[in-house]
């Protein structure tokens, strides 16, 4: 299959590209489009042929739902069976923006988006051409982040045009991605919210909101079953193995120069602190602070595949804010975690 490619600059809207693009989406097609998270596959979430598109293309196992983005909090309500009052708090707070909320779904998406499940993923993007193109569709859509299935999430369209190009309708083109790392999911259907993953809205700014959230203990705890089916499987992997190596520069160097006596080329990804202080076969600074090294590393990650690299050493942050789902996201990456 040939996939169309549009382009559309920060500055102007291209409402041609932006109706093209609808179209085939109506016409139960595939298009990639941009998030203020990460790129997202999205089809007709009513229709279920249009779903299933999604998942071969991407190779996603049918059992992990598929998160459902509108336009607003009306076009929400009418995918949803109850509003429980903390969901509505968190949405009039903190949408349009990155968090998708679980909450009791009515029927009205296909059933391959739920997978089978009585809740449903709901997600309203505040990316000016998200909202132009859930505007001009006038229904909702299915979207997970458009890669293939375990690789990292695309930042930029040329990550989904290397994954999935032949394989969709189409690709909107509007530049890297803001936040960098998917939505943070919340479990509205309990009686206290529980974070399924952590995500662009951090645990803290919830709490200012809400109260008390809980977070899926196994988030914390490799043994517990994850609530949110994705969470299950092996993510966001590059193409050559990832360690995490807590501790300082001195640890990090030291980690260096024992792999690089048994021959093997290193790449480091660090802070830009941690990265000016190191020698290794290829560095990459991921940015001086926290948000900075969010929009920076599934990016990295996907950079080492084309280096004659043996191994890549990622330092270990903070796991305040937005620390928590870069962590998260390291983890899920890493192949081994060394501390010394
Ligand atoms: O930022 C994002 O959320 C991006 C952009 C494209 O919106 N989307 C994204 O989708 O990350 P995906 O499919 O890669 O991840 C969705 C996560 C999965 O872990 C899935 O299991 C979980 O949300 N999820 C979806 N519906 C759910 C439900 N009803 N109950 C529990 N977890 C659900
Ligand atoms: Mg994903």
Not at 31 to 36: D, G, K, L, Q, Y
Not at 72 to 81: A, E, F, G, P, R
Not at 116 to 137: D, E, Y
Request: charged share 20%; glycine share 8%; proline share 7%.
């Amino acid at each position: 299959m040939e996939t169309k490619r549009w382009t559309i600059h920060s500055d102007e809207m291209n409402n041609h590209a932006i109706e093209e693009a609808a179209e085939l989406l109506r016409n139960g097609q595939t298009v990639a489009i941009p998030t203020e998270t990460v790129y997202g596959l999205g089809a007709d979430a009513t229709n279920e042929a249009a779903v299933s598109r999604i998942f071969q293309a991407k190779g996603r196992p049918e059992d992990n739902p598929l998160i459902a983005h509108v336009a607003s909090k009306q076009q929400l309500l009418h995918l949803v069976d109850t509003l429980p009052p903390v969901a509505e708090k968190l949405i009039d707070a903190f949408t349009p923006g990155p968090l998708t909320f679980v909450l009791p779904e009515n029927g009205t998406c296909a059933r391959n988006v739920t997978a089978g499940l009585s809740t449903i993923g709901v997600r309203i993007p505040s990316h000016p051409v998200a909202q132009a193109l859930l505007k001009a569709c006038h229904t909702p859509i299915a979207a997970p982040s458009a890669n293939i299935s375990g690789k990292p999430s695309p930042t930029t369209a040329d990550h989904v045009w290397n994954d999935l190009h032949g394989k969709i309708a189409g690709l909107v083109d509007a530049g890297p991605t803001g936040v960098g790392l998917e939505s943070t999911v919340i479990d509205c259907t309990q009686e206290i919210p529980v974070i399924l993953r952590p995500g662009g809205i951090t645990r803290e700014q919830l709490e200012r909101e809400c109260g008390t959230v809980m977070v899926d203990p196994a988030l914390a705890n490799t043994a517990e079953k994850p609530k949110a089916p994705g969470m299950k499987y092996t993510h966001y992997a590059p193409d050559v193995p990832m360690w995490l190596v807590d501790g300082d520069c001195a640890n990090l160097q030291a980690v260096i120069d024992r792999e690089q006596q048994q021959a093997k080329r290193v790449g480091v990804m660090a802070g830009d602190n941690t990265a000016a202080g190191l020698k290794a076969d290829k560095i990459v600074s991921l940015g001086s602070d926290l948000p900075d090294i969010a929009r920076n590393i599934y990016d990295t990650l996907r950079l080492f595949k084309n280096e004659d690299i043996d191994v890549i050493l990622c330092e270990t942050f903070p796991e305040t804010s937005i620390g928590q789902a870069i962590m998260n996201r390291l983890q899920k990456a890493a192949t081994a975690y060394i501390s010394e």
